[in-house]
DNA sequence: CTGAAAGCGCTAACAT
DNA sequence: ATGTTAGCGCTTTCAG
């Protein structure tokens, strides 16, 4: 019972009176085998339960079929997505995916992206920590031609391929969505603005605002890191101003929600005397009263995408690289949370 | 730049004129080597970018420290959780987590967990597809005496550690809470009954009405994979009877949703003429109209205890086994959906 | 169609 | 305190 040792393609050999060599190719189909070996072979290696190791494989053919993914927070719902559309075609292509959260710490990132690398994974997809500055670590992927793709939080300046969305776009379509709606003073609650994402959203908001000749006064941004807890200063700050705003659009849909419970608990009715939109259209943003206006990203394609690009570059390595940055297509979902009668 | 092969230790042992297990030694901190050869081998290693190649060393010391994790969902937000909890630990611990997904398909599952198995990993943690019905698979890790850990959806015949809720106390509480509402006739909405937690979750409810001298009728118990649609399909079943009951226990939250939505759409009052409960506390529950009450399980914790104790049967393997079936508590959250005032 | 031999990069007896 | 040697299990020239 205990088996204290592994079955090997040498007990195989040894067993059958072949080489260790003619066991290999015959497993991997090599045809240079013939049909007949190959089901001895075949068939001895079932009855003895052989299982191939794959380390060993991964060792001598440098190539580990392993796909790394980092992301700030594996149990968020556009991450977790995005992670099942990249499993869902790695394992289709015989490809493994190693995951690590960041927690949206760089020190952490940093440990992950080296342990990553000295896993050896065929290529690495990421999207950056809240924190994340420089990106020294990701030199050892460029340096030795490792395919890297950054989603969602990107890195402008890496010569990379990019699979984003239109963050300007969002933002922009959710504000002139709000002022559609007769909304006259429109706050926007951000993220980090070192990262794309946060940033574009802010400069879409801004010019939607510019185009519609409203002002865009400091006093109606501010940027905080989204939790519920953010959220729900954001709004108490707004609403203390001396001239608050009548709408907001949050950079994330978490930030919406509680903003909500806190303007329901002070009963301002939304989207009557309120209007809210958010972002990236989590599973409650549809069930909750008010449902949440917001914009969707295609998360499970955008991690299907990713995998295909470096599935891709790995295989076919030799070619001259072009990076390229892939913009996907986004929703703007209109719910309760900013439908109002025009005022 | 196009550094063709990566730097090893030999290349730093050439260089330094040393052998190459004392570069080994000397990086792994081995107190056989003298701090000044150390100190000069280490900032070589930095200065030549050397990154240690972990598959050679995994095949070497026939460990990976890494741990796999098969669920039937990433992206659910109970598993994505866990897997969070899992990744935590197992970070702080040095080990990698590799994740797939069954996709609740039992011939996915099976793929995986060879596929895994190949890859070495110390340590296996998994919750079974909803199809699992034969636990073949799982043979070569018991086998080998590679510790396996199955979570909430576990295999009772199997020898190995389990990490596990009550699901049987939850279903009773949930509609002992009922009946204490004052809910007359009480229906369970339930997952397919091969999965222990399914199965356990309906013998409390069942149990909780023969307590209370209510009578369980097949009518009121019906059996289906808990989606959305299963919700919606479910609720009109059951209203349509001859004698509909006023209260669902619902296997998850899902579901329960599900029934909210179609119930106020019919102009059904809840909690006042229905009475819901559900499970797993999705984070809509929470915030939906009405909020759902529902079983809590601890995903984060049981998915760092699921760590905890894998890497301890990892790291002590020499030590006789014993196994041990952990049961986490969980809570009776208590919402709007079932808190009318007593009939 | 098959075998022999070398080696991927690292570690760990066993020397000295 | 350091070096020598062998080998983890597999693949892949190169030979035949």
Redesign the interface.
Known sequence: ???KT?VTIHDIARKLRVSASTVSRALNDNPRISKATKEKIKALALKL?Y??????S??RTQK?H?IGIVVP???R?FF??F??GV?DVA?EAGY??????SKDLLL?EKQ?V??M????VDGLITSLSMQTNDFDHFK?FT???IPLIFFDRIAPQLEANKIIVDDFACGYSATQHLIDKGYQRIAHLAGPTVLNTYHDRMEGYKSALKKNHLPAEDDLIICNRLTRMDGQEAIKQLLALKNPPDAVFCGNDTSA?SMI?YLKSQGIRIPEDFGIVGFSN???SE???PSISTLKQPAQEMGRKAAELIINEIENKALPRTYQTITMPTELIIRESSSRKKA
């Open positions: 019972m205990e088996e592994s339960g299982q191939p190791n794959t380390i060993a991964n060792l580990t392993t927070l594996i149990n719902h977790s997505t992670i099942s499993e394992f493994n995916v190693i995951i690590s959260q952490k992950i080296n342990s690398f000295s896993n050896r050892m340096n030795k031609n929600l419970v989590e599973p409650f069930v909750v009263t």
